[in-house]
């Protein structure tokens, strides 16, 4: 599936809550859910800086895909990690890059996204666009 | 000005003085709970500060015109209330600052300029904000000097004998916290200072979470430097002070060069003002002094007893009702403190409780509140800050528990 289509996907899941709680209880359903990183994973270097919810990020590149390993300390934070996955795992650096992450304000769930927020979510989509383009100018050196 | 005078303590009738209390977030009344980060500011604090730019505004010190003089004996009176507030002994003994943050890096490099050689000590303690841990690892790494720190025990309370025992012929100066931003400990600041001056030490006081709650006589407790923030005292924001023993302030150079801090300035060299001014280089916040005037006038209007007296009763009935909560986990138990409750809900991270708090309409704050080492103690990242104000009572205090339990069932 291309990212707009799993954007679209997760828009029609999100249409079925009826209140902001109800959103916010599927997140944290999500966020349990979420594999822990592996523990190799989890060192001071991978953290997200400068964020007060300590959240990890590592990425693997392989067959010209990205694959994401991202957790966080907050059940919240959890439950955007398991959907950024799920729109961009798998997917190829230039379109990651590019993608607009447009579902964010479709579920009505922007403000997280907000660099004004303690959180680490707008770092975080900050980090994997950097590492697209980080891979994406690899791919083309080589 | 308006005369802000309660004889008897009347919540109501106070919450009417703070406008930004009156309004719904989310659709739910705003619950303040954030007041050890700022407190929010009274209408005559408004007023003030709205006057003073459309009525008076000029530089001070400089002029021979009306507006200027006008202001200047304003900003001067302005002085005049804080050293009143604080009791110190004369007007002068009072620099206005940018804010805490701005009067202890004004001391950690004024003082160490003066008296801090290689290898001498300055003590803090666990419980210290990063305002008063950073400065003086700046300045004793310039030094070559060390810091020593006075552990806390279980409910954060400071561990004088440990303090007594860092004590020794290298140590120049203690740094200590007044009331503890994190867990509301207040530090038995008197006792702190008559130990250190037996080994004639000066100590410099972290105000900021004192000042608002209390009343603080600066010569009752003796200590050398007294630092508070404007805007956690009613206030605005960018105005502070810093308190100095006249001793102090004469001996320690100035830590910041330029306009009105001068006597004479010649290429070769430069002779300094008299006191305050030396401390205040370029133009003040006048109107920010002006404006903290007006905030003390409209505290000491209500009574620092009232006030601590109420905010003793939101304490105790806060404390009864959290430490009720059944896996909610409270932070600080000192037999003196003020009303702040710090806390973990089961194993909630704080950052998802205070989101969802702010969701039901309630502000606190989450995290390590810039003191991580106190966390480190605790061995946890940090907590959720309930911080009230005598603007706050006690039936937001029961919907902050039912919120509370509302998250719990989120969570199961």
């Known amino acids: ?142 | 000005m308006p005369d802000n005078k309660i004889s008897t303590f009347d919540v109501t009738k106070i919450r009417n003085n703070f406008p930004v209390l009156n309004q719904k977030i989310y659709g739910k009344p705003l619950i303040y709970f954030d007041n050890g980060a700022t407190t929010q500011k009274p209408q005559v604090v408004i007023d003030t500060m709205s006057k003073l730019h459309s009525e008076h505004n000029s530089n001070v010190h400089r002029g021979v015109h009306y507006l200027s003089e006008q202001m200047t004996e304003m900003y001067e009176s302005a002085r005049k209330k804080v050293q009143d507030y604080l009791n110190a002994q004369y007007s002068h003994e009072i620099i206005f600052t940018s804010g805490v943050t701005a009067s202890i890096n004004a001391v950690a490099y004024s003082f160490g300029e003066a008296y801090i050689k290689e290898n001498d000590e300055v003590i803090v303690s666990e419980m210290e904000h990063h305002s008063n841990i950073v400065p003086w690892q700046l300045m004793c790494k310039r030094k070559g000097a060390h810091l020593k720190v006075i552990p806390i025990n279980a409910q954060g309370e400071l561990l004088l004998d440990e303090y007594k025992k860092l004590i020794n012929s290298k140590t120049k100066l203690v740094a200590i916290v007044h009331v503890s931003n994190s867990l509301g400990t207040i530090n038995p600041v008197k006792e702190i200072v008559a130990i250190a001056h037996k080994n004639n030490i000066p100590v410099l006081i972290d105000g900021a979470q004192a000042i608002q709650h209390q009343k603080v006589d600066v010569q009752d407790i003796d200590c050398d430097f007294y630092a508070f923030s404007g805007h956690k005292a009613y206030g605005p924001t960018g105005i502070g002070v810093l308190y100095g023993k006249e001793r102090w302030l004469n001996e320690m150079p100035p830590y910041q060069g330029g306009g009105d801090m001068i006597d004479r300035v010649r290429f070769e060299h430069t002779t300094y003002d008299d006191l305050p001014f030396k401390f205040e280089a370029g133009t003040p916040n006048y109107i920010g002094a002006i404006g903290l005037g007006a905030a003390l006038d409209y505290l000491t209007g209500i009574g620092l007893d009232n006030i601590q007296n109420y905010e003793k009763k939101l304490l105790d009935y806060g404390t009864d009702k959290l430490t009720a909560l059944n896996g909610l986990k409270l932070y600080g138990a000192a037999g003196n403190k003020t009303c702040i409750f710090s806390f973990l809900l089961n194993n909630i991270h704080s950052y998802d409780v205070g989101m969802f708090l702010d969701k039901m309409g309630i502000a606190v704050r989450t995290g390590h509140h810039c003191t991580q080492p106190l966390w480190e103690h605790y061995k946890v990242e940090g907590s959720v800050r309930a911080s009230l104000a005598f603007y706050n009572t006690l039936e937001e205090i029961d919907y902050l528990c039912e919120a509370l339990k509302e998250i719990q069932k989120m969570f199961k």
């Open chain 1, 1 to 142: 599936m291309t990212i707009q289509e799993i954007q679209e996907e997760i828009i029609n899941e999100f249409k079925t809550f009826d209140n902001e709680m109800d959103k916010y209880n599927e997140l944290i359903k999500l966020g349990t859910d979420l594999s822990p990183i592996d523990s190799k994973y989890k060192t001071e270097d991978n953290l997200i800086k400068g964020c007060q919810v300590k959240t990890w990020f590592h990425s693997a590149f392989k067959d010209g895909k990205i694959f994401y390993d991202i957790d966080s300390i907050s059940i919240i934070i959890k439950g955007f990690i398991v959907l950024l996955i799920r729109v961009f795992s798998g997917q190829k650096p230039e379109d990651i890059k590019n993608a607009d992450l447009y579902f964010i304000d479709e579920i009505g769930l922007r403000e997280n996204f907000s660099p004004l927020r303690a959180n680490s979510l707008f770092k975080l989509v900050d980090r994997i666009k950097s590492d697209a383009a980080f891979y994406e100018s690899k791919q083309n050196n080589e």
